[in-house]
């Protein structure tokens, strides 16, 4: 049976006042208090209603609490027993999730139900509607201003093992056999020799020298594809999830050859296997990046005011493979920026987002992105450094040669030819890109080329310089999720938990982000004026009390005298 509370009505007295003024002046000036006043009630609890009756069964845990407790463990980075104790006991967790029954009832949670509440969240995408909503309900308690933002990724680290080749293959091949050996019993004791070389007990076989771990890693290839022969006929275990992994590793890592003495299996070399390819049998979604390593990216595009005159907040956050392009995610941020009215007019991005392609695309949205280019300008004498018409045709060299002809070659670009003899008497032949052969001298260009050099002379300004500096705050925000949320290493795998994990902990940093505005806004008001900042929550707490109790008495007062004079009321 479904079990909500209206968080957005407020209680005739304050069942937290047992804690006294000064605790309650300090809840008051705490994330938990924005948690509690801004957050609580804008959680997607209504989408968890079709899994329960509303009539019958057991009453279920208040569901806003719970998806407030599944984002405030990943917003501290905890174990699940270590959430189940914060909620418990914890004053300022309850105070923000509302919780002001002591009954175990209310202010206990098992695991169970916790992991259960996670798995939901999950299933359902709710992270996302979290993120969005608590965002949403920020930028309108701030007044928050998206024109400027930036944009980069972080590295995630599932909670897997790295694994070498050999050991990939050990731990596929075992994992296939413990779950063929629990349901195929039979087929298993038939394997013999195989079965128990890949046993736990026989572990250490595998671990070589350097110089004897080309024929192991053939041996277990050899292993891998004769099991992968063995049972590819039987339906109930081609459906095995474990030995869909074993043929997608065997078809990752190894080729097949036939010749005359049969078929033989070939390791590929390392340079041959994909970036998709199996990291892990426990965590069959990571992949690896060059750069970084295996597991997962996230995308992080935030606000920044130079002024500081706002919190700088997540606006868009995205869980992605390792293997990944940057390149391809500046598009998909803006265009979901703009689906809730928080597209940038300015986006900052280091030089793997700022490909032409995506900064002139950016730029038929209204978005400018602020961003190097990639590679150096190989002469110092640029293609910007030619004079041009409004319509970009050529006008004239550096040193003021004009053109003696213009062909267009087949894919819209231009080949001016300029006179060979003149150039071959300019004092700045040897910096200029004109290519000097036999008979002509020529430069190439095309729109690309011509829009990639303004831009290297546009970065050499201090105008550029000067707005291109505040990119590097967002490494400061990577800093954040790692140091307060542990966003790089986490306790969970599999892209759905990575995912939700990873969401809910981009989203737990804006909160913690909002509150320390605000209470750095509450002290500069406090200095201006000489009042304490403590005094200063109190005086705001008892003024906030004051005129919710007057509120309801006035409500209340309403229905009393309604009552007295319609016809029929009875007046004790």
Partial sequence: MIHVKDHKQYDMFNPFEHLGPKRLA????????????????????VKLFPLYSKLTGRRTKELYAMLGLVLLQQMEDLSDEETVHQFAFNIMWQYALNVTDATDFSSYVSPRTLWTMRDIVGRLGLEQAIFENITDALKKLFDLDPSKQRLDSVHIFSNMAHLGRIRLFVKTIRKFLVNLKR???????????????????????FAVKPSESSRKLQEVGVDCFFLVERFKAHESVVAMTS???????????????????????????????????????????????GHKGKGYQLQVMETYSPDKSQPDLITYVKVETAHENDAQAVLPAIADAAKRELSPSE???????????????????????????KGDQSHPISLADFHFSETDEMLSCPMGQSPQRTKTGKNGGKIIHFDKATCDLCPRQSDCPVKRVKQSATVS???????????????????????????????GTMSDLDRLTGIKHLRVRGMTQVRVAATLKATGLNILRSATFRIRKRRRHAGKSGDDSTDLAYRGLIKERFKHITKNL?????????????PGACVA
Wanted: hydrophobic residues 35%.
């Fill in 26 to 45: 300090l809840l008051e000036s705490s994330w938990a208090h924005l948690f509690r006043e801004e957050i609580l009630h804008k959680l997607p609890a």
């Fill in 183 to 205: 349901h195929h019993a039979e087929l298993y004791q038939a394997l013999g020799e195989v079965a128990v070389r890949y046993d736990e007990r026989n572990d250490g076989q």
């Fill in 243 to 289: 030995y869909q992994l074993l043929v997608r590793l065997f078809s990752e890592q190894c080729l097949v050859e036939n010749d005359d003495t049969g078929r033989t299996v070939i390791i590929k070399p390392n340079k041959e296997v994909p970036s998709t390819s199996l990291q892990n049998p426990s965590d069959p979604d990571a992949s690896y990046s």
């Fill in 347 to 373: 986006l900052l991005a280091d030089s793997l987002y700022g490909g032409d392609e995506n900064v002139e695309n950016a730029r038929k949205l209204g978005v400018v992105v602020v961003s190097p280019t």
């Fill in 445 to 475: 260009y095309d729109a690309k080329a011509l829009r990639l050099a303004r831009r290297r002379i546009k970065e050499k300004t201090r105008a550029f310089r000067e707005a291109y500096r505040y990119r590097a705050g967002i490494e």
């Fill in 554 to 566: 006035m409500q209340l007062s309403g229905v009393f005298l309604s009552n007295i004079h319609r």
